[in-house]
Protein backbone atom coordinates (compact mmCIF):
# COMPACT_ATOMS: atom_id res chain seq x y z
CA UNK A 1 0.00 0.00 0.00
CA UNK A 2 2.20 3.05 -1.19
CA UNK A 3 0.55 6.26 0.43
CA UNK A 4 2.93 8.82 -1.16
CA UNK A 5 3.50 8.16 -4.42
CA UNK A 6 6.35 10.66 -7.07
CA UNK A 7 4.81 9.69 -10.32
CA UNK A 8 7.96 11.08 -12.47
CA UNK A 9 10.64 8.41 -12.12
CA UNK A 10 13.08 11.22 -13.60
CA UNK A 11 12.52 14.57 -15.09
CA UNK A 12 15.58 16.61 -17.30
CA UNK A 13 15.61 20.62 -17.44
CA UNK A 14 17.64 22.64 -19.10
CA UNK A 15 19.61 25.51 -16.79
CA UNK A 16 17.92 28.50 -15.80
CA UNK A 17 14.49 26.87 -16.33
CA UNK A 18 11.80 25.72 -13.84
CA UNK A 19 11.76 22.64 -12.32
CA UNK A 20 8.84 20.82 -10.97
CA UNK A 21 8.51 17.94 -9.09
CA UNK A 22 4.83 16.03 -7.81
CA UNK A 23 4.01 14.31 -4.91
CA UNK A 24 0.35 12.72 -4.34
CA UNK A 25 -0.75 11.09 -0.63
CA UNK A 26 -3.71 9.09 0.09
CA UNK A 27 -2.93 9.34 4.61
CA UNK A 28 -5.21 12.42 5.16
CA UNK A 29 -3.53 11.87 8.82
CA UNK A 30 -0.11 13.57 7.55
CA UNK A 31 0.02 17.00 8.53
CA UNK A 32 3.65 17.80 7.92
CA UNK A 33 5.39 17.83 4.71
CA UNK A 34 8.67 17.68 3.39
CA UNK A 35 11.24 17.59 0.68
CA UNK A 36 14.99 15.59 0.93
CA UNK A 37 17.55 15.39 -1.77
CA UNK A 38 19.90 12.84 -1.90
CA UNK A 39 22.68 12.30 -4.10
CA UNK A 40 24.19 8.74 -4.59
CA UNK A 41 26.41 6.90 -1.48
CA UNK A 42 24.82 10.12 0.67
CA UNK A 43 22.45 10.25 2.88
CA UNK A 44 19.12 12.85 2.11
CA UNK A 45 19.38 15.87 3.03
CA UNK A 46 16.89 18.08 4.27
CA UNK A 47 15.62 20.88 1.71
CA UNK A 48 11.82 22.24 2.70
CA UNK A 49 8.89 21.79 4.32
CA UNK A 50 5.00 22.84 4.49
CA UNK A 51 3.05 22.34 7.38
CA UNK A 52 -0.94 21.04 6.82
CA UNK A 53 -1.99 24.67 7.88
CA UNK A 54 -0.37 26.11 4.90
CA UNK A 55 -0.89 26.39 1.07
CA UNK A 56 2.88 27.79 0.25
CA UNK A 57 5.99 27.39 1.81
CA UNK A 58 8.85 29.48 0.22
CA UNK A 59 12.79 29.59 0.75
CA UNK A 60 15.11 30.98 -2.17
CA UNK A 61 14.71 29.12 -5.42
CA UNK A 62 12.37 26.79 -3.77
CA UNK A 63 8.91 26.60 -3.21
CA UNK A 64 6.60 24.34 -1.80
CA UNK A 65 2.86 24.36 -2.76
CA UNK A 66 0.20 22.00 -1.02
CA UNK A 67 -3.06 21.40 -2.33
CA UNK A 68 -4.65 19.50 0.66
CA UNK A 69 -8.08 18.52 -0.96
CA UNK A 70 -6.92 16.96 -3.80
CA UNK A 71 -3.74 15.26 -1.58
CA UNK A 72 -1.37 17.05 -3.75
CA UNK A 73 2.52 18.97 -3.24
CA UNK A 74 5.08 20.10 -5.38
CA UNK A 75 8.46 21.30 -5.30
CA UNK A 76 9.17 24.27 -7.61
CA UNK A 77 12.86 24.93 -8.26
CA UNK A 78 13.58 28.26 -10.44
CA UNK A 79 16.00 28.58 -11.82
CA UNK A 80 17.15 25.30 -11.67
CA UNK A 81 20.88 25.01 -12.10
CA UNK A 82 23.37 21.80 -12.92
CA UNK A 83 24.10 21.10 -8.87
CA UNK A 84 20.53 20.73 -8.28
CA UNK A 85 20.29 17.24 -10.09
CA UNK A 86 20.08 14.69 -7.31
CA UNK A 87 17.08 12.36 -5.94
CA UNK A 88 14.25 14.16 -4.43
CA UNK A 89 12.06 12.75 -2.20
CA UNK A 90 8.51 13.74 -1.34
CA UNK A 91 8.66 12.55 2.63
CA UNK A 92 5.00 13.43 4.71
CA UNK A 93 4.72 12.88 8.58
CA UNK A 94 2.65 12.59 11.36
CA UNK A 95 2.25 13.45 15.08
CA UNK A 96 3.19 10.42 17.05
CA UNK A 97 1.61 11.73 20.35
CA UNK A 98 2.02 14.28 22.33
CA UNK A 99 3.89 17.54 20.55
CA UNK A 100 6.56 14.87 18.61
CA UNK A 101 6.28 13.85 15.21
CA UNK A 102 7.24 9.82 14.67
CA UNK A 103 8.02 8.19 11.20
CA UNK A 104 8.87 9.71 7.51
CA UNK A 105 6.54 7.74 4.95
CA UNK A 106 9.16 8.59 1.52
CA UNK A 107 8.00 8.97 -1.84
CA UNK A 108 9.84 6.49 -4.48
CA UNK A 109 11.98 9.53 -5.50
CA UNK A 110 12.00 11.61 -8.83
CA UNK A 111 15.80 11.55 -10.37
CA UNK A 112 16.19 15.30 -11.60
CA UNK A 113 19.30 15.99 -14.39
CA UNK A 114 19.32 19.54 -14.82
CA UNK A 115 21.35 20.44 -18.63
CA UNK A 116 24.04 23.37 -18.50
CA UNK B 1 28.94 21.41 14.86
CA UNK B 2 28.93 17.35 13.58
CA UNK B 3 26.00 16.18 12.31
CA UNK B 4 24.88 12.54 12.36
CA UNK B 5 27.57 9.86 12.48
CA UNK B 6 27.05 6.56 11.33
CA UNK B 7 29.64 3.59 11.19
CA UNK B 8 30.70 1.62 9.70
CA UNK B 9 30.02 3.45 6.18
CA UNK B 10 30.62 0.07 4.46
CA UNK B 11 29.72 -3.85 5.97
CA UNK B 12 30.39 -6.93 3.99
CA UNK B 13 29.30 -10.18 6.49
CA UNK B 14 28.20 -13.38 5.18
CA UNK B 15 25.16 -15.14 5.48
CA UNK B 16 24.55 -16.29 8.93
CA UNK B 17 26.74 -13.62 10.51
CA UNK B 18 25.83 -10.90 12.73
CA UNK B 19 25.61 -7.51 11.30
CA UNK B 20 26.24 -4.26 13.85
CA UNK B 21 25.21 -0.51 13.07
CA UNK B 22 25.53 2.46 14.57
CA UNK B 23 24.36 5.93 15.13
CA UNK B 24 25.66 8.91 17.02
CA UNK B 25 22.71 11.75 16.50
CA UNK B 26 23.40 15.21 16.30
CA UNK B 27 24.22 16.72 19.62
CA UNK B 28 21.55 18.12 21.36
CA UNK B 29 19.13 15.23 19.55
CA UNK B 30 17.61 12.75 21.62
CA UNK B 31 15.38 10.95 18.97
CA UNK B 32 16.63 8.64 16.40
CA UNK B 33 14.71 6.61 13.29
CA UNK B 34 16.33 4.33 11.68
CA UNK B 35 15.27 3.76 7.82
CA UNK B 36 16.06 1.07 4.96
CA UNK B 37 16.72 1.89 1.46
CA UNK B 38 16.65 -1.48 -0.88
CA UNK B 39 17.80 -1.60 -4.49
CA UNK B 40 15.78 0.81 -7.11
CA UNK B 41 13.33 2.01 -3.67
CA UNK B 42 12.79 4.77 -1.81
CA UNK B 43 13.60 4.58 2.07
CA UNK B 44 11.47 2.38 4.34
CA UNK B 45 10.79 3.34 8.44
CA UNK B 46 11.92 0.89 10.52
CA UNK B 47 12.04 2.49 13.97
CA UNK B 48 11.75 5.20 15.80
CA UNK B 49 14.21 5.35 19.57
CA UNK B 50 14.21 8.23 21.83
CA UNK B 51 17.24 7.93 25.08
CA UNK B 52 16.41 3.87 26.04
CA UNK B 53 12.99 3.80 24.74
CA UNK B 54 11.41 2.16 21.35
CA UNK B 55 8.70 4.75 20.61
CA UNK B 56 7.69 2.94 17.24
CA UNK B 57 9.07 -0.36 15.56
CA UNK B 58 6.06 -0.90 13.05
CA UNK B 59 9.02 -0.98 10.54
CA UNK B 60 10.79 -3.60 12.21
CA UNK B 61 10.68 -7.29 10.65
CA UNK B 62 9.83 -9.37 13.32
CA UNK B 63 13.02 -11.93 13.59
CA UNK B 64 16.72 -10.97 13.20
CA UNK B 65 16.49 -7.50 13.91
CA UNK B 66 16.30 -5.40 16.76
CA UNK B 67 17.59 -1.62 17.88
CA UNK B 68 18.69 -0.15 20.61
CA UNK B 69 19.71 3.53 22.03
CA UNK B 70 21.29 3.35 25.22
CA UNK B 71 21.45 6.18 28.29
CA UNK B 72 24.94 6.41 27.25
CA UNK B 73 26.52 5.72 23.89
CA UNK B 74 25.20 5.17 20.25
CA UNK B 75 22.06 3.80 18.74
CA UNK B 76 22.85 0.30 17.53
CA UNK B 77 21.05 -1.57 14.99
CA UNK B 78 21.28 -5.51 15.05
CA UNK B 79 20.50 -8.08 12.44
CA UNK B 80 21.12 -11.38 13.88
CA UNK B 81 21.84 -14.39 10.91
CA UNK B 82 21.86 -11.90 8.10
CA UNK B 83 20.66 -13.10 4.65
CA UNK B 84 21.54 -11.56 1.09
CA UNK B 85 18.13 -10.45 1.20
CA UNK B 86 19.21 -7.71 4.31
CA UNK B 87 21.96 -6.13 1.80
CA UNK B 88 20.57 -2.55 1.41
CA UNK B 89 21.96 0.96 2.34
CA UNK B 90 20.73 1.38 6.31
CA UNK B 91 19.96 5.24 7.15
CA UNK B 92 19.67 7.01 10.55
CA UNK B 93 17.83 9.85 11.07
CA UNK B 94 17.99 12.69 14.38
CA UNK B 95 15.60 15.28 15.49
CA UNK B 96 15.46 17.09 18.16
CA UNK B 97 12.99 16.77 20.92
CA UNK B 98 9.44 18.32 20.96
CA UNK B 99 8.67 21.48 18.55
CA UNK B 100 5.85 21.73 16.21
CA UNK B 101 8.39 20.43 13.21
CA UNK B 102 9.70 17.23 12.43
CA UNK B 103 13.29 18.05 10.63
CA UNK B 104 14.97 14.65 10.44
CA UNK B 105 18.62 14.96 9.58
CA UNK B 106 20.26 11.91 8.60
CA UNK B 107 23.33 10.52 8.10
CA UNK B 108 25.26 9.43 5.34
CA UNK B 109 24.17 5.76 6.00
CA UNK B 110 26.01 2.24 6.00
CA UNK B 111 26.03 -0.17 2.98
CA UNK B 112 25.60 -3.49 4.28
CA UNK B 113 26.31 -6.23 1.72
CA UNK B 114 25.50 -10.31 2.53
CA UNK B 115 27.85 -12.55 0.48
Known amino acids: DQQVKQNSPSLSVQEGRISILNCDYT??????FLWYKKYPAEGPTFLISISSIKDKNEDGRFTVFLNKSAKHLSLHIVPSQPGDSAVYFC???????????????FGQGTILTVHP | NAGVMQNPRHLVRRRGQEARLRCSPMKGHSHVYWYRQLPEEGLKFMVY????????ESGMPKERFSAEFPKEGPSILRIQQVVRGDSAAYFCASSAPGGAKNIQYFGAGTRLSVL
Open chain 2, 49 to 56: LQKENIID
Open chain 1, 27 to 32: NSMFDY
Open chain 1, 91 to 105: APSTRAGGTSYGKLT
